[in-house]
């Protein structure tokens, strides 16, 4: 077995891997710009797993980010489009993939990493842990609130390009859980059919994706609205947006809103979602609650070298044992000293411990990110803490009081 990167010559292999793999889901582009990508990677570096024949039997892509963790721009190392040869399932080949990309990111100062689950529990073993979430509301155009005013909004231009992506990242590096990739942000953002900006005082103020989805109905005159993004910086602008898509009830069945806010149905008169779906018969269904990435530490004194911040003041000074067990990368597992401080985290060599937290990996990793607070996860048995006093300053200390948001796919 030779684990390597892909070289051009085997495109052909690694094309079947992944088609075969991800039958539904391979995007027409990534096939057909797979040898360049091979000769210049844009968008990542795909990883093979050959057998002593030189057959590819196993491939992802190695992907880098830069990545908002808890309001720090930090590196990340992506895995996507994980696949293994049709011939050679349930033989640890895509875990072995996977254990070479965490051990290459952690010895290149990137300690922390994130994917997009086929099945989460299958990931969960390999110790990446729950992060961000999605809503999928489905309203009809008629119960999205009508504000009077959409004179800001027009369809991007080539010219709005680079005010757009400078208006994501902007966005990116002050919200956790964001990232940003000099290939993907263009391509997702303008890969979709409509753009839309709002324009106020001469600026970009937000923006959305949209493009027209085919509904079950007798007549072609009817589509359904999908919004793949819609990021904007105030109310002003996201009523905007709402007055544009309440206008469109001669032609739009349903506005399917992808979105990162559980508070958005406010700004609908009736949010049931359409799919007859209710609890005891009349208590309508409003939105999908969707899972997104996976994230995952990859090396823990690493990580604790670049978030040497609290999210608020700790209410006393105190000493930290955290003891950590990760069953997938053994470099993780042991007993690691963080000495807090104010507004500070600093690891250290030894110290005697005030207060003991034991986590899988998993779990600390979705932790730091805000996915869940340290409470529940107590609560429902997931972390354990010697002494339950401690739990609101160790959430001060390494947890986050805001859920990541991110709307990459990878």
């Known amino acids: 077995m030779d684990i390597r990167f892909v070289r051009p010559e085997e495109a052909e292999q690694l094309s079947r891997n992944i088609v075969s793999s991800f039958p539904s889901k391979t995007p027409p582009e990534l096939l057909e710009n797979l040898d360049s990508e091979l000769h210049t990677p844009l968008e990542g570096r795909y990883l093979g797993c050959f057998d002593d024949n030189g057959t590819l039997i196993g491939s992802l892509m190695m992907m880098d980010f830069a990545f908002n963790v808890r309001g720090v721009m930090m590196p990340m190392g992506a895995a996507a489009y994980v696949s293994t040869n049709f011939l050679h399932k349930k033989e640890k080949i895509a875990c072995t ?44 155009p008629c119960y999205i609130r009508s504000f009077g005013d959409k ?43 409509y753009v839309v ?47 544009f898509f309440a206008s469109q009830t001669d032609q739009i069945d349903r506005v399917r809103i992808l979105s990162t806010d559980e508070y958005l149905h406010m700004m609908f008169t009736n949010p049931d979602s359409g799919e007859n779906l209710a609890h005891d018969g009349c208590i309508q269904e409003i939105g999908r609650r969707t899972m997104g990435c996976m994230v995952r530490i990859f090396d823990v004194p690493g990580y604790f070298k670049q978030q040497t911040h609290c ?43 005030d207060v003991t937290l034991t986590t899988g990996i998993g779990e600390l990793s979705s932790l730091v990110m805000g996915a869940y607070p340290l409470q529940q996860a107590a609560a429902l048995g997931r972390i354990s803490v010697s002494d339950a006093s401690f739990i609101p300053d160790i959430q001060r200390a390494i947890g986050w009081d805001k859920k990541p948001v991110n709307i990459t796919y990878f």
């Open 97 to 140: 993939l996977l254990k070479v990309l965490m051990n290459y990111y952690a010895e290149t100062d990137t300690p922390i990493g994130c994917l997009h689950p086929f099945n989460p529990a299958f990931y969960g073993k390999m110790g990446y842990g729950y992060c961000n979430e999605n809503i999928l509301y489905m309203p009809k």
């Open 151 to 193: 004179s800001g909004l027009s369809y991007a231009t080539e010219a709005d390009r680079a005010e757009i992506l400078d208006f994501y990242r902007r966005y990116a590096k002050r919200t956790n859980g964001a990232t940003i990739h000099r290939f993907m942000d263009p391509y997702r953002i303008f890969q979709q059919p």
């Open 197 to 243: 900006v709002c324009r106020r005082g001469g600026r970009i103020t937000g923006y959305l994706t949209y493009e027209f989805v085919e509904v079950d109905h007798y007549t072609d005159m009817y589509h359904d609205l999908y919004v793949h993004e819609m990021i904007y910086d105030d109310l002003e602008t996201l009523q905007q947006f709402m007055t």
């Open 311 to 353: 999210c608020a003041p700790v209410s006393r000074n105190f000493v930290l044992s955290l003891e950590v067990q990760d069953p997938f990368l053994s470099r993780n597992c042991g007993t690691y000293y963080l000495d807090i401080s104010g507004q500070t985290v600093t690891l250290v060599e030894h110290a005697r411990p």
